[in-house]
């Protein structure tokens, strides 16, 4: 069987006409014009106007950047906007299922629990790699959608081009790639295999790498056809305007996002190598991320240890294969020695 994306797109969302906002209507071509349709306050202060619904601007620089077309890209008030529009889109509540293969992003279950979809868990192999017979084994004709987060939070690691191809072609439902972190890999983004794979849609983010955390700006990028789904089911005004403002300027500083990525991979290998060398640690995981997971001795005592020390990360231990686990996100060159010495001292 073929992917057909009619199969899967819920009934009441074929049925709807998206909201038609007052800015949708009209795009000025450039010449003045007196915009009366809104019923905006008409007094200039750089936000009393609604924000273009459609992004223009933004999406022709990461179109540009990324190569691909503007109507294979979707921004929403960050990734986790995406994902839950993802949901609502295709996924029947008490009817519908999703895979997820933790451990993973938390995201897909609180989605999961908030739309009413049946979450089937199909853990990672103790490599962190996809069990592929066994989530294939436990699709079943309501099974919409497939999360497979890479590089994956939080081991770090990056899911194989071999078994993500094989998902894709064997599972006709959407799968979801959530490349949130993949600005700290080596490993090439799969929005270059869009053309190939119908039923493929990748998530990134502003708020990694590109320190854009506190705007709220996530990306999607999927065929035309879907993109045109959600479009019809996002809030008209998802992406505020000063977002977007911050979004461009920040985007095109190439230079900037590209130092302070090279900054973040170097701390990376200097904590790396500082973990390594205590004793209470037994097992660090190659991260192609700007974190690292690490297994160590009593992962809640640690954790506690550090805490009491006024560092924060995060405690890993009651996640699945993550027994006395503990993430360590990558700081600036000063946090990372703080941290260093608090782990050396504990
Ligand atoms: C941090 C993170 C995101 C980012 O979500 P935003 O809503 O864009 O901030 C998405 N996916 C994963 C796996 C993450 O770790």
Not at 70 to 76: D, E, N, R, T, V
Not at 142 to 167: E, Q, R, V
Not at 231 to 253: C, F, G, H, M
């Amino acid at each position: 069987m073929e992917f057909d994306l009619n199969l899967i797109i819920r009934e009441n969302v074929k049925a709807m006409s998206p909201y038609s906002s007052a800015r949708d209507e009209y795009v000025s071509d450039g010449s003045k014009m007196v915009f009366l349709d809104a019923n905006e306050n008409p007094y200039e202060n750089g936000v009393n106007r609604y924000p273009d619904p459609q992004q223009r601007s933004l999406k022709e620089v990461i179109a540009t950047q990324k190569g691909i077309e503007a109507s294979k890209i979707l921004l929403g008030n960050g990734s986790d906007e995406v994902l839950d529009l993802l949901f609502r889109a295709f996924c029947q509540p008490k009817e519908d299922n999703i895979i997820s293969l933790p451990p993973t992003y938390g995201m897909y279950t609180v989605l999961s629990n908030l739309n009413e979809i049946e979450e089937r868990k199909v853990e990672l192999l103790p490599n962190f790699q996809p069990n592929v017979e066994k989530i294939l084994d436990s699709v079943s004709p309501n099974t919409k959608m497939l999360f497979i987060c890479s590089p994956n939070n939080p081991t770090g690691n990056i899911i194989s081009f071999d078994s993500i191809t094989k998902l894709l072609t064997s599972f006709n439902g959407l799968v979801i790639i959530d490349e949130a972190y993949i600005d700290f890999s080596e490993q090439e983004s799969w929005i270059s295999q869009l053309q190939k794979f119908p039923n493929l849609v990748i998530t990134q983010t502003l708020s990694k790498a590109y320190g854009l955390a506190g705007i709220r700006l996530g990306l999607c990028f999927a065929s035309a056809e879907i993109i045109a789904v959600l479009n019809k089911i996002k809030p008209p005004y998802n992406v505020n305007e000063l977002s977007q403002q911050k979004a461009l300027t920040r985007i095109l500083d190439v230079d900037a996002i590209q130092k302070e990525i090279k900054l973040v991979l170097e701390q990376r290998e200097v904590l790396e190598n500082s973990l390594k060398a205590l004793s209470y640690v037994s097992k660090i995981y190659a991260s192609e991320a700007n974190f690292i997971l690490a297994k160590v001795d009593n992962a809640t005592q640690r954790y506690n240890q550090l805490l009491a020390k006024g560092i924060v990360i995060r405690n890993r231990t009651t996640q699945a294969l993550c027994k006395n686990t503990l993430r360590f996100t990558v700081g600036t060159l000063e946090e990372n020695k703080i941290l260093i010495e608090a782990l050396r001292d504990i």
